[in-house]
């Protein structure tokens, strides 16, 4: 599992390279939507499976925060990081009918840098 995360990590950030980095991250997280799935399953269950996904958790946090790097004002990055995970959690959940995850998040996050930015 963990092998598998590292390997997708690496095939967005190389495939978007050239885009600003929330579109190159969040073009296709939906990759990861059954393994995040089935983790949740297992995540009582697997120190292992917890562990992975803390650092995926981590890795979109990263992710809000380099995004937040370009913001010309002070934001309150963590505040900001933690409602994206919470976005990101809800919006795959399964049988979820609303937009996908990477849309809620690109316009959360386009939202707070316009506002900062005014």
């Not at 969040?26 to 562990?51: C, G, I, K, N, Q």
């Amino acid at each position: 599992m963990d092998g598998v995360l590292s390997h997708e990590i690496q095939a967005l950030d190389s495939e978007f390279r050239d885009r600003d980095p929330l579109t190159r991250r969040l073009a296709d997280m939906r990759t990861f939507r059954s393994l995040h799935r089935a983790s949740h399953e297992r995540l009582d269950h697997s120190s292992v499976v917890r562990e992975v996904h803390e650092r995926f958790l981590h890795w979109m946090r990263s992710m809000v925060c380099e995004v937040l790097d370009r913001c010309p004002h002070p934001v309150d990055r963590e505040m900001i990081a933690d409602l994206t995970v919470a976005v990101f959690e809800g919006a795959n959940v399964p049988r979820s009918r609303q937009r996908p995850a990477h849309e809620l998040i690109r316009f959360l996050l386009e939202g707070v840098i316009a506002r900062a930015g005014s």
